[in-house]
T-cell receptor, first 115, second 117 residues
């Protein structure tokens, strides 16, 4: 158990819909990262938040957005869903923005299926 | 462009043998490399890391080797056990705080390690 929790575990929805994925980081971690894992693209970094502020963007679509709340939990919002958005979405957390001893711990993931 | 890739999608080894999983990277600016293990239905789990100022690092039954000349790293698992069966990913990052900004990890495609009884 990494200490990172994600809900829900599974999510099934239809094209065009909007969903919200939730992540609670490890106690004391200030950075939260979101990753998407699909068969064709592998594990891809989407976005990072640190202490409530966006710090880095990866391959995140404009239809996707995220935020980190004062209690440090984070939500990833996916809108206008397409079939190709079906994937595993992982959240990871680390103590700081970057630097030494800033290992990222991954949650169990949310499996999103878009029908 | 930067990329981290693995040479083989599947590696089959006999239980008790040593396993070697390889990874190539192309970004010379990378200074931090990590190996993750992902079991079916779970998130990636940290195994071992190495920084660019090192050539070798050992953990419990695992060793990571880094060859910066050819931009190659490998993960060696000693006395492979059934519980080692998983997909192994190498990932790279840039740790230097002076570099500005912040980065997520760049992952390779993964190698599926299969343990034969």
């Amino acid at each position: 158990d990494s200490g990172v929790t994600q809900t829900p575990k599974h999510l099934i929805t239809a094209t065009g819909q909007r969903v919200t994925l939730r992540c609670s980081p490890r106690s004391g971690d200030l950075s939260v990262y979101w990753y998407q894992q699909s068969l064709d693209q592998g594990l891809q970094f989407l976005i990072q938040y640190y202490n409530g502020e966006e710090r880095a963007k990866g391959n995140i679509l404009e239809r996707f957005s995220a935020q980190q709340f004062p209690d440090l939990h984070s939500e990833l919002n996916l809108s206008s869903l397409e079939l190709g958005d079906s994937a595993l979405y992982f959240c990871a957390s680390s103590p700081r923005v970057k630097g030494h001893n800033n290992e990222q711990f991954f949650g169990p993931g949310t499996r999103l299926t878009v029908l | 462009g930067e990329s981290v890739g693995l040479h083989l999608p599947t590696l089959s080894v006999q239980e008790g043998d040593n396993s070697i999983i390889n990874c190539a990277y192309s970004n010379s600016a990378s200074d931090y490399f990590i190996w993750y293990k992902q079991e079916s239905g779970k998130g990636p789990q940290f195994i071992i890391d190495i920084r660019s100022n090192m050539d070798k690092r050992q953990g419990q039954r695992v060793t990571v080797l880094l060859n910066k000349t050819v931009k190659h790293l490998s993960l060696q698992i000693a006395a492979t056990q059934p519980g080692d069966s998983a997909v192994y990913f190498c990932a790279e990052n840039r740790e230097k705080e002076s570099g500005g900004g912040a980065d997520g990890l760049t992952f390779g495609k993964g190698t599926h390690l299969i343990i034969q009884p």
